[in-house]
């Protein structure tokens, strides 16, 4: 089964611009879930979808926006970029996702390194 | 608000050492707990989970972590590190009521061969 996979793998922007990042789970996932890490903080959550519904959010600003298509492909999407959000985007799947017991282990995929000069 | 907390931030052994990396949480109740790996260059990847029942867990390549509800940590140990371990490491935990999971900063840990 091939893994999660996200494009692009890196990606340079400047001040004020906007980007879209791309996650396609691995087949048969319907939860994607996002996560920002940086060396300070660590991996912070973004948010969780789940069925093209947004079902969880962390407390991140809404600059930062996503969706997910029927297929359970997502994107992501930072409008007006600041230097503080150069980081590398993770992506997660998982079966079921982060509601309902057992929690089930979500897969991450090689993220897209962000770069904002 | 829920946090986890990791202890040492970068550490450094040599080969056949022993490692113990220090994570608390601060949930109360019921908790999921979990260790990933990130090694050089690749995804993300689970060591090991804690829902129930026995609180020592057992991962893969030899790791394993023992849940003290007591001292609400979670610690991952290797009785003999190697070079290959070298890789950050992550502690996670969800609480029963919520399953977002809240990630440790992480320990960068260096294997000396």
């Known amino acids: 089964k091939a893994g999660v996979t996200q494009t692009p793998r890196y990606l340079i922007k400047t001040r004020g611009q906007q980007v879209t990042l791309s996650c396609s789970p691995i087949s048969g996932h319907r939860s994607v879930s996002w996560y920002q890490q940086t060396p300070g903080q660590g991996l912070q959550f973004l948010f969780e979808y789940f069925s093209e519904t947004q079902r969880n959010k962390g407390n991140f600003p809404g600059r930062f926006s996503g969706r997910q298509f029927s297929n359970s492909r997502s994107e992501m999407n930072v409008s007006t970029l600041e230097l503080g959000d150069s980081a590398l985007y993770l992506c997660?799947?998982?079966?079921?996702?982060?509601?309902?017991?057992?929690?089930?282990?979500?897969?991450f995929g090689p993220g897209t390194r962000l770069t904002v000069l | 608000a829920q946090s986890v907390s990791q202890h040492n931030h970068h550490v450094i052994l040599s080969e056949a050492a022993s490692l113990e990396l220090g994570c608390n949480y601060s949930y109360g109740g019921t908790v999921n707990l979990f260790w990933y790996v990130q090694y050089p260059g690749q995804h993300l990847q689970l060591l090991l989970k804690y829902f129930s029942g026995d609180p020592l867990v057992k991962g893969i390549k030899g790791f394993e972590a023992e849940f003290i509800k007591s001292k609400f940590s979670f610690n991952l140990r290797k009785p003999s590190v190697q070079w290959s371990d070298t890789a950050e490491y992550f502690c996670a935990g969800a609480s029963g009521g919520s399953y977002i999971p809240t990630f440790g900063r992480g320990t960068s840990l260096i294997v000396h061969p």
């Open positions: 997660a799947s998982s079966l079921v996702g982060l509601a309902g017991a057992p929690y089930n282990e979500q897969f």
